[in-house]
């Protein structure tokens, strides 16, 4: 098995469409439930969420990752600063420092196209995210793990993080998944 990540940009937008299908990845999302106010995203729907992702991504606006297998579009990984995550920005049970601080990056989803699944894709995605935040000048990467499956696998798992050399930093004990933040110093 041959594994590539690429930034999503726009000559990659077909193999962002055909990697989330139909459904724009999980509930017509398309990567827009944390990016954008959520009564946007619920009251966009599939297409207008589709057409947000596009309008970034033809912008040039870091949106994140796709991870190839043997030259098919498997994996997605959402990662920008920080300030480009709506949802994050403004949490109410996310500790947030320095909260203009471009250099801090967040690794704000991943994807598994089924199929794809249970095949360890999604450590090689985290590397590939950090070393892209690195060379883009971040100083500081931070996720939101769940502690455990079964919970929302969009964030994905905090022993994959925890492998990819990311710290405990805080927990997001108000909700039900738990969700653990995660940094790694670049």
């Not at 793990?145 to 925890?162: E, H, I, Q």
Request: charged fraction near 20%; proline fraction near 6%; charge should be positive.
């Amino acid at each position: 098995m041959e594994f590539v990540a690429r930034v999503v940009d726009q000559e990659r937008w077909g193999d962002l469409l055909e990697l989330f299908g139909p459904s724009g990845g999980t509930r017509g999302c398309w990567c827009m439930a944390r990016r954008l106010p959520s009564a946007q995203v619920a009251a966009n729907g599939n297409a207008e969420n589709r057409a947000a992702l596009q309008s970034f991504v033809e912008a040039g606006s870091p949106v994140g990752l796709i991870g190839y297998v043997d030259a098919r579009p498997a994996v997605w990984c959402a990662v920008a600063p920080r300030t480009a995550y709506y949802a994050i920005m403004h949490s109410r049970t996310l500790p947030i420092d320095d909260p203009g601080d471009e250099t801090i990056w967040a690794i704000n989803c991943l994807f598994v196209k089924r199929g794809y699944r249970g095949r360890g894709l999604t450590a090689p995605m985290i590397d590939a995210a950090v070393e892209y935040a690195r060379t883009s000048g971040a100083r500081i990467v931070e996720a939101y793990p769940v502690k455990a499956m079964p919970g929302d696998p969009g964030r994905g798992v905090l022993s994959t993080f925890l492998g990819a050399g990311f710290t405990p930093y805080a927990e997001n004990r108000t909700t039900a998944r738990r969700n653990v933040v995660v940094r790694r110093t670049l």
